[in-house]
């Protein structure tokens, strides 16, 4: 039974760019959760999906936003990245819907580095 | 807007001694409260989760308690091993659904 993936594992970029950062839930998970961790920070919440459509935001500007496919897959962006971008991107996923109180279940995080 | 506290931020103990981690909120309105452990570098594991009409969860060697009314919970780790060496995480789920993390303790376990 395969976990969350996320993918890239690490990543380095230039400020200014663009990032697309990549998340498959746990089997049979639908609501897709990502987060920002800063070096010896907590987690903090980006944004939440259920069916396609983004059910809550966490205090984090337009530049991030998110998709969620079909599939339940989820697909994270964000543009004219900055210095302070630099984090440990968590995603986490649940079952059922996201008032479902269900556990979190986290992958492994993308190291975005940003020069 | 929702405060998580965890203290110590880092603790060392000998290999077999029992501990308590400890984390605080400022809201008392939260569906659950959910402890994880992280190793350096990866992500977060679930170890427990205490709903709000809950008062504790035991997993193995690991006692979870949650007290809304003063917004504290405790994560009892029985006989500590050097595996167990890692950054504790306490998440709190309140009502709109938003998440909010403590900053960890950071544990190290000496053999």
């Known amino acids: 039974d395969a976990g969350v993936t996320q993918s890239p594992t690490h990543l380095i970029k230039t400020r200014g760019q663009q990032v697309t950062l990549r998340c498959s839930p746990k089997?049979?998970?639908?609501?897709v959760s990502w987060y920002q961790q800063a070096l010896g920070q907590g987690p903090q919440f980006i944004f939440q999906?259920?069916?396609?459509?983004?059910?809550q935001r966490g205090n984090f500007p337009d530049r991030f936003s998110g998709h969620q496919f079909p599939n339940y897959s989820s697909e994270l962006n964000v543009n004219a990245l900055l210095l302070g971008d630099s984090a440990l991107y968590l995603c986490?996923?649940?079952?059922?819907?996201?008032?479902?109180?269900?556990?979190?279940?986290f992958g492994d995080g993308t190291r975005l580095s940003i020069l | 807007k929702q405060e998580v506290t965890q203290i110590p931020a880092a603790l060392s103990v000998p290999e077999g001694e029992n501990l308590v981690l400890n984390c605080s909120f400022t809201?008392?309105?939260?569906?659950?409260l959910q402890w994880f452990r992280q190793d350096p570098g990866k992500g977060l594991t679930s170890l427990l989760l205490?709903?709000?009409?809950?008062r504790e969860q035991t997993s193995g060697r690991l006692n979870a308690s949650l007290d809304k009314s003063s917004g504290r919970s405790t994560l009892y780790i029985a006989a500590s091993q050097p595996g167990d060496s890692a950054t504790y995480l306490c998440?709190?789920?309140?009502?709109?659904?938003?998440?909010?993390f403590g900053t960890g303790t950071s544990l190290t376990v000496i053999p």
């Open positions: 999906y259920y069916e396609e459509e983004e059910r």
């Open positions: 998440a709190v789920r309140r009502a709109g659904n938003q998440f909010y």
């Open positions: 089997s049979g998970h639908d609501t």
């Open positions: 986490a996923s649940s079952l059922g819907t996201p008032y479902s109180n269900q556990p979190q279940h």
């Open positions: 205490i709903q709000s009409s809950q």
């Open positions: 809201d008392s309105a939260i569906y659950n």
